[in-house]
């Protein structure tokens, strides 16, 4: 079970989708609050509780009220929603449970399901509006990580299918192309990872498969605040990588160690400065380290925090993959 929440401006265009019943094969399996004559009434029943005022009197006016939440279910589980009431009473039962596990009172929301059969595996799509009954506002703070929990709770409850981490039925040829290349680096940053055991091994094996592996560190002391992947122009740090953190740096540093200093990267030779951050090759960083060891051996003392921090991607061709990361204004670059 996975359910996609997206926030709309407007009614009508997305109860049309949801009750298309001529392209989607669609059937309302329920609601509550709404007239169900046709899309025009379910439609106008949403849009004339925007003016129902709260317990204060006051009238709320939000740009974005309407809530479509698409929920599918493994094609594993297509024996436990066939085509018939009993099914679309399950389905329908999941759905308002997860509005439960969300914090929504069903009895006091306006919603309507719709099962879809223009697909291979189940799957239906909830729409509801964030002005409540009695007037109050559904918050949506937070609303990823208690959708997160939301489907766990139910597939636990009910002995739905898990989906598989490591995405191997995935289809890549339905992938956009940036979703594509995430999972081609997953899986073989993966593979590399079981035939590594230190940072070294690592690198080298992923740069057979064309992966640059760099450091990110913090141009005043060096010190690494996370690892980036980059292959055919994408760069995508080790948080965005999946796999419940994996292949972060912190991660990382319980199978091949830790490879911190305290000395400052920002004056070694060939370094140009650029943005306030430093990506550079673990290859070439293991040189530079060696010859700051041989130099100064208190230097390889340092304490590394091995904090986790998101690297957006810095590539050359591609739209970047880590669409929440903000734009640095200066760092440093190594001159390879």
């Known amino acids: 079970m996975i359910a996609k929440i997206t926030t709309r401006t407007d009614f009508s265009g997305i109860v049309n989708y949801a009750n298309n019943v001529k392209e989607k094969s ?44 698409s929920i599918a279910f493994s094609p594993e589980d297509t024996y436990r929603f066939p085509d018939s009431e009993e099914g679309d009473r399950f389905m329908a ?73 490591q995405s191997r039925k995935i289809n890549s040829d339905r992938l956009r192309k940036y979703d594509a290349e995430k999972l081609l680096i997953r899986q073989m940053v993966l593979n590399r990872l079981s035939q590594s055991n230190d940072w070294n091994t690592f690198a080298r094996l992923l740069a057979q498969d064309d992966i640059t592996l760099s450091f990110c560190t913090y141009s005043n002391t060096g010190r690494i605040r996370g690892v980036a992947y980059e292959h055919n122009g994408f760069r995508i740090s ?35 400065k650029q943005r306030n951050v430093i990506f550079i090759p673990v290859v070439r960083y293991i040189e530079i380290l060696t010859n700051l060891v041989s130099s100064s051996p208190k230097a390889a003392n340092g304490r590394g925090d091995n904090r986790e ?26 001159k390879m």
């Open 26 to 69: 669609a059937r309302i399996i329920g609601n509550n609050g709404v007239l169900l004559i046709d899309n025009s009434t379910i439609a106008d029943s949403f849009q004339a509780q925007l003016r129902i005022p709260d317990a204060n009197g006051k009238l709320h006016h939000l740009s974005k009220p309407v809530k479509h939440v």
């Open 93 to 165: 039962q999941l759905a308002e449970e997860w509005m439960k596990e969300m914090g929504i009172d069903p009895e006091n929301t306006q919603y309507v399901i719709a099962r879809h059969f223009d697909k291979q595996h189940p799957h239906c799509h909830l729409v509801f509006n964030r002005i409540a009954n009695d007037g109050s506002v559904v918050s949506d703070s937070n609303e990823r990580r208690r959708n997160e929990a939301a489907c766990r709770k139910i597939k636990q409850r009910h002995g739905l299918t898990f989906g598989n981490s």
């Open 238 to 272: 080790g948080s965005k990588l999946g796999l419940h953190g994996r292949f972060t740096y912190g991660n990382l540093c319980k199978e091949l160690g830790s490879m911190d200093t305290n000395r400052s990267i920002a004056a070694q030779p060939g370094v140009i």
């Open 309 to 334: 921090y998101e690297v957006g991607r810095r590539g050359r061709r591609w739209a970047r993959i880590d669409d929440h990361i903000e734009e640095e204004t200066t760092s440093y670059k190594f």
